[in-house]
């Protein structure tokens, strides 16, 4: 068995080796907010935070996630109690399809957490292994500006 | 049944080497995965056992001696952007590197160990660690053995590393008070592959003239390459009146050392021209940090 602690919760898995963390993820877990695309680290649909940082769970073997803390967008906020990254992105428009959104969000809190008060050319780097077929990068990077000052207490 | 391979999690150096003196070359050793288990998917690459690496605490470290600078093989390439930071010296110039390599999110689990046995003709590391005279320590069932980052590569995705070894360290000489280095590359935007890349690392004698150079281009050939015919030109050079002709002469020669080929990604000639361009746009920049540390 291996354990697995994913949004502060411990889970007990059979895993075989070869699954990925977002196989692991999606079809054990239910966490579907793990988007997977491309499956070969190129889009970054599937970014999780391992222990606070980004990473494409798509090509991480979910045996080497054991002892890690892992979150997704389903350990973000709740409908009800939005995550003020999430506020930001539903008051910027920061999405049109959302398919590539919970790894965008999940990005932007590990990025605006090193980085609270970034500048577009920090952000637009920060986000480079961000796909957004929609083309919403204009909204995005505006999101990701509002939920700066969000986090800090400011009013946008 | 679907294809998959037995996993193991050694935590020392010794038992991972055992475990692939045991089974040898059906056995792979896990660091990032982010190529591994990619070609793995792929079907390019297969192995009956996965030894993952990444349990092992004693192959993460950063650490600064008198004479040089040690990198384990598992640090990340994310690590290395962060200790990199303003600092001068080789911390610099790979946190430089590291940064503009793939993204963000690959780089929290790509490591530089698995950046080198990757043995990616177009790789950014390897251009580097040639300038910078690394060597990189090997450890095996037979014991250790060191070998210089230009003797490790020897073809696409082909090192010298024996069935039973692993790559442990990376060991850069401290360079001297007056050295610089600099990385160039050619590439579409972030996660593309490199065309081509180029690293020169100057260091300058008491009266500022140029006492040792080092050109090293990456994608022009099955492994990464020293521009020697043009180094010798460089050494001798006064970085305070360097003339625009010797610099084009010395990018001239250096891409007429290279040996490109054609691929999707980019032709033969632009291979030789783009060197020629990156060569010099590095030894421009280098004489520019130079003249910091002569004034």
Redesign the interface.
């Known amino acids: 068995m291996t354990r697995l602690s994913v949004n502060n919760q411990i889970y007990e898995l059979e895993i075989?080796?070869?699954q990925?963390l977002a196989e692991v993820l999606r079809k054990q877990l239910g966490l579907q907010g793990v988007r997977v695309s491309c499956?070969?680290?190129?889009c970054?649909s599937c970014?999780v935070l391992?222990d606070g940082?980004?990473?494409?769970s798509c090509?991480?073997?979910a045996?080497?996630a054991e002892?890690k803390e892992i979150t997704t967008i389903e350990g973000m906020g709740t409908v009800d109690d939005l995550h003020p990254i999430q506020e930001a992105f539903i008051e910027e428009q920061g999405f049109q399809c959302g398919f590539c959104t919970p790894g965008i969000i999940l990005?932007t809190k590990a990025?605006l957490e090193k980085n609270p008060e970034p500048t577009s050319a920090e952000t637009a780097s920060?986000l480079?292994?961000h796909v957004c077929r929609c083309g919403a990068y204009v909204h995005i990077a505006k999101s990701v500006q509002s939920a700066a000052k969000k986090m800090k207490g400011d009013k946008p | 049944m679907?294809?998959?391979?037995?996993?193991q999690?050694p935590t020392t150096i010794t038992e991972a080497c055992e475990l692939k003196t045991e089974h040898g070359s059906s056995a792979r050793f896990?660091a990032g995965?982010?190529d591994l288990?990619?070609n793995?998917?792929r079907g390019t690459v297969n192995f009956k056992h996965?030894i993952?690496l990444?349990?092992i605490p004693d192959l993460k470290y950063i650490n600064q001696t008198e004479t040089d600078f040690r990198i384990g093989t598992l640090v990340t390439l994310?690590a290395i952007e962060a200790a990199g930071g303003k600092q001068n010296g080789p911390a610099g110039a790979l946190g430089n590197v590291a940064r503009q390599m793939?993204?963000?999110?690959?780089r929290?689990?790509a490591t530089i160990g698995g950046n080198l046995c990757n043995a990616s003709p177009a790789a950014d590391l390897p251009v580097l660690l040639m300038v910078l005279d690394a060597q990189v320590a090997l450890a095996g069932a037979s014991g250790e053995r060191t070998v210089p980052i230009a003797g490790f590569f020897t073809g696409v995705n082909q090192t010298v590393l024996k069935d039973d070894e692993m790559l442990t360290e990376i060991r850069i000489p401290l360079p001297g008070p007056k050295a610089a280095c600099a990385y160039e590359r050619a590439t579409r935007m972030?996660?593309d592959c490199n065309q081509t890349n180029a690293a020169v690392a100057l260091s300058l004698d008491a009266d500022g003239i140029v006492a040792d150079a080092r050109i090293s281009l990456g994608a022009v050939a099955p492994v990464p390459i020293r521009a020697t015919g043009a180094e010798k030109i460089l050494v001798g050079m006064n970085v305070a009146n360097a003339k625009k002709d010797m610099i084009a002469q010395v990018s001239d020669q250096a891409a007429a050392e290279t040996k490109p080929i054609t691929d999707l990604r980019a032709s033969a000639d632009y291979r030789k021209e783009i060197s020629r361009v990156l060569v010099k746009r590095c030894i421009e920049s280098s004489i520019v940090k130079l003249e910091g540390v002569i004034s």
């Open positions: 075989k080796p070869h990925t499956g070969e680290g190129e970054g970014t391992i940082q980004p990473a494409t090509l991480m073997l045996m080497q002892g990005s990025f920060a480079s292994g | 679907a294809k998959s391979f037995k996993y999690r896990l995965g982010t288990i990619l793995w998917q996965c993952d990444t349990f994310a793939c993204t963000p999110q690959i929290t689990l972030v996660v």
